[in-house]
């Protein structure tokens, strides 16, 4: 069965970096588009960033963009997000996605991994 | 940016209740709504997608529908493991948007 579990949380200080990882089992990985969706603590969901299956083409949230890249190992079935100049805004859980068929939602969550960001 | 907007924010219930939660989109969307439940500690299920399919797996009790930008998600006979937080989400264009979450309480 389809199995996402993500790593690489934590706490860091503001302008600090973390890289979170998701290792991805039970389905053919290099044929899916993947996400990366976070919760800060008592709020809702945002949408952070998509890539495409090849890794040819990634989007993300205005939030986040020119701080945070997706990137994919197809090679290794693992996701990753290089999370750079971290600001208090970005405590969050992050949850790794899959896309269900390119259509941009989503049918597999991981459980989450938090990361906190604070002084 | 597509804003949903999703009420109500909570709402209780008991177990056999039929309950709606309605998730309005800003714009049009066509049909590219989900919907998703929320458990704490657990992985998010997604239960329906296309505003009206079913997702494989979820029961029958859960349903869709739409009209413009308007869309509902029905739980009938609401059952004890139905208590949890949904949410909705526009998939119509990035970025990807979400509604603002309903907890379902008893």
């Known amino acids: 069965q389809v199995q996402l579990v993500e790593s690489g949380g934590g706490v860091v200080q503001p302008g600090g970096s973390l890289r979170l990882s998701c290792a991805a089992s039970?389905?053919?990985?290099?044929?899916?588009?993947m996400h990366w969706v976070r919760q800060a603590p008592g709020k809702g969901l945002e949408w952070v960033t998509f890539i495409r299956s090849d890794g040819s083409k990634s989007d993300y949230a205005d939030s986040v963009k020119g701080r945070f890249t997706i990137s994919r190992d197809n090679s290794n079935n693992t996701l990753y997000l290089q999370m750079n100049s971290l600001r208090l805004e970005d405590t969050a859980i992050y949850y790794c996605?899959?896309?269900?068929?390119?259509?941009?939602?989503?049918?597999?969550w991981g459980p989450g991994t938090l990361v906190t960001v604070s002084s | 940016d597509i804003q949903m907007t999703q009420s109500p924010s909570s709402l209780s219930a008991s177990v056999g209740d039929r309950i709606t939660i309605t998730c309005r989109a800003s714009q049009s969307i066509s049909s590219y709504l989900t919907w998703y439940q929320f458990k704490p500690g657990k992985a998010p299920k997604l239960l329906m997608y296309a505003a009206l399919s079913l997702q494989t797996g979820v029961p029958s009790r859960f349903s869709g529908s739409e009209s413009g930008t308007n869309f509902t998600l029905t739980i009938s006979n609401l059952q004890p493991e139905d208590f949890a937080t949904y949410y909705c989400q526009q998939s119509y264009r990035t970025p990807l948007t979400f509604g603002g979450g309903t907890k379902v309480e008893i």
């Open positions: 996605a899959k896309d269900r068929r390119a259509e941009h939602y989503f049918d597999h």
């Open positions: 039970g389905f053919t990985f290099n044929n899916y588009v």
